[in-house]
């Protein structure tokens, strides 16, 4: 049974397309997040949500928008993709503040031409 | 802002030697410190963390990590790697009074030779 489960795995899409990815937990975890790993590995947090409401969220183009329609779920559309947005998009849950650490999905390789 | 740095980027072992890899961050008040690994074409998975209590904590896989408050420092190490350890590996730090955020140090990437 995969605790965070992130779909497709890999996304390839042409510039200005739209296009979405959904993360999925099954751990009864409170707290989800969207992270974005670059091609030189750095990690960043994108978006935050708690019970299903916004509490972070970093600086990113308003291109992306997080929905989570429950706390379950939390999926990431992006809007008129553009080449830098092409890297591994990580999805991860945790309990509270996420002081015991995240659990994070197998990512997704999104890949912009 | 909090911060973490991982001096060391790119690390190049052979099997049976030592590994220490740095972390360092920049906040002063109460922290919870983690170590991650990612192998190729892997998601991230928690190696060790340190919340309270002994300094010198003890993970997966044969790895440990010392937590020195006053270096604010929590260094990974193991006695002897393995080509099986061939990751990237990245320090993590979460304030204990900053809300849910995990921030990630930029990650040291281990290649062990066999």
């Known amino acids: 049974d995969t605790a965070v489960s992130q779909t497709p795995k890999y996304l390839v899409t042409q510039m200005g397309n739209d296009k979405s990815i959904k993360c999925e937990q099954n751990l009864g975890h409170d707290t989800m997040y969207w992270y974005k790993q670059d091609s030189k590995k750095f990690l960043k947090i994108m978006f935050s949500y708690n019970n299903k409401e916004l509490i972070i969220n970093e600086t990113v183009p308003n291109r992306f928008s997080p929905k989570s329609p429950d706390k379950a779920h939390l999926n990431l559309h992006i809007n008129s993709l553009e080449l830098g947005d092409s890297a591994v998009y990580f999805c991860?849950?945790?309990f509270g503040t996420g002081a015991n650490g995240y659990t994070f999905g197998s990512g997704t390789r999104l890949t912009v031409v | 802002a909090q911060s973490v740095s991982q001096h060391n980027h790119h690390v190049i072992l052979s099997e049976a030697a030592s590994l220490e890899l740095g972390c360092n961050y920049s906040y002063g008040g109460t922290v919870n410190l983690f170590w991650y690994v990612q192998y190729p074409g892997q998601h991230l998975q928690l190696l060790l963390k340190?919340?309270?209590?002994?300094?010198l904590v003890k993970g997966i896989k044969g790895f440990e990590a010392e937590f020195i408050k006053s270096k604010f420092s929590f260094n990974l190490r193991k006695p002897s790697v393995q080509w099986s350890d061939t990751a990237e590996y990245f320090c993590?730090?979460?304030?204990?009074?900053?809300?849910?955020?995990?921030?990630f140090g930029g990650g040291t990437r281990l290649m062990v030779k066999p």
């Open positions: 993590a730090v979460n304030q204990n009074n900053a809300g849910n955020m995990l921030t």
């Open positions: 340190y919340f309270s209590g002994d300094p």
């Open positions: 991860a849950s945790s």
